[in-house]
């Protein structure tokens, strides 16, 4: 089966599974697959005239009009809403559900709306689909302000990144890639990250480090050499616990350790707390990562991860 048509698939019942009939707002993120979450959504028949959707930019706001849907910019939404459901699109997503995002360059914004809604649902396809973030996809996206481009590449060589690259156009002569808010995207190449529990010695994946080549938005990496021969053996920790081991990083602690930098802006690490676990504590607001993640197969099927359990859905 063709990749577009899993995206479909999957779109489809993300949709019918998360989609409320009485919501007010929905957050409409940049990925390729969002497209068909937006042909999803029309195809329910639904009374769509009260509904406002946010979109995470330019395209995601020229698609929602595409299908005779009504934008609302994300700085025009009342204090008090919280969106009833986000749907997005990622670059890879792990088995707790840490996501890598920005390969689009709307990371900032889409993390901006996923953390205002009451749950995120992310749709992608199996290649997507992955035990631990950075196994195929190469690098983790980094939106920084332009003026700190210097800095930020030298603090992420110290926290180990190989070749952190500062992500240019389409056409190299035409300079630096600009986000909708003007800002640079830096593609940071790390080994694969390691999960907590990983960390105590359980279920961890072989770690890897990859050729500085790959590290391109997209491209398939090449596997060279076990980290512990570039990284050395030590075991770093923090406050919160550990942090790496054999100077392989664990998700969340390499996500605060970036977003500590100055001039960092956003990480394209979706990683803590889901909706439902902030509802639960009592926070009003949502949460990085999503509750649910919907993945088109190669055979056709669906497979939904959701509390650490893979399932295939009709």
């Known amino acids: 089966m063709d990749i577009e048509t899993a995206k479909r698939n999957a779109a489809h019942l993300a949709v019918r599974d998360h989609f409320p009939p009485?919501?007010?707002?929905?957050?409409?993120?940049?990925?390729?697959?969002?497209?068909?979450?937006?042909?999803?959504?029309?195809?329910?028949?639904?009374?769509?005239?009260?509904?406002?959707?946010?979109?995470?930019?330019?395209?995601?706001?020229?698609?929602?009009?595409?299908?005779?849907?009504?934008?609302?910019?994300?700085?025009?939404?009342?204090?008090?809403?919280?969106?009833?459901?986000?749907f997005d699109g990622a670059d890879e997503i792990d088995e707790e559900l840490n996501c890598i995002k920005g390969g689009g360059a709307c990371l900032y914004q889409e993390k901006l709306v996923a953390m205002r809604a009451r749950k995120f649902v992310c749709v992608a396809d199996h290649r997507k689909l992955q035990p631990r973030l950075l196994t195929h996809w190469p690098t983790i996206p980094i939106e920084i302000d332009p003026l700190s481009l210097s800095p930020v590449l030298t603090a992420l060589r110290a926290l180990g990144s190989p070749l952190p690259t500062l992500r240019t156009g389409p056409m190299d002569k035409a300079g630096p890639l600009k986000t909708d808010q003007s800002n640079f995207i830096i593609d940071a190449p790390f080994p694969t990250l390691l999960l907590p529990r990983d960390i105590h010695g359980r279920h961890a994946p072989a770690p890897t480090t990859r050729d500085s080549t790959s590290a391109a938005p997209g491209a398939t990496p090449s596997l060279t050499t076990d980290v512990e021969e570039t990284a050395g053996s030590s075991v770093s920790t923090a406050q919160g616990g550990a942090m790496r081991e054999k100077g392989v990083w664990e998700v969340e602690a390499l996500a605060r350790e970036i977003k500590l930098i100055e001039g960092v802006l956003s990480v394209g690490l979706f990683v803590g707390e889901d909706g439902d676990e902030a509802a639960a504590a009592g926070k009003k607001k949502g949460g990085q990562k999503p509750v649910a993640a919907y993945f088109g197969m190669a055979d056709g099927s669906v497979v939904m991860r959701s509390g650490g359990v893979d399932v295939r859905v009709e």
């Open 22 to 86: 009485t919501a007010s707002y929905i957050g409409i993120g940049s990925g390729t697959t969002i497209v068909y979450v937006l042909e999803a959504i029309v195809a329910l028949k639904h009374d769509t005239s009260r509904i406002r959707f946010v979109p995470t930019g330019y395209q995601s706001r020229q698609n929602i009009i595409k299908y005779n849907l009504t934008p609302i910019a994300f700085d025009s939404l009342p204090d008090d809403i919280l969106l009833d459901v986000a």
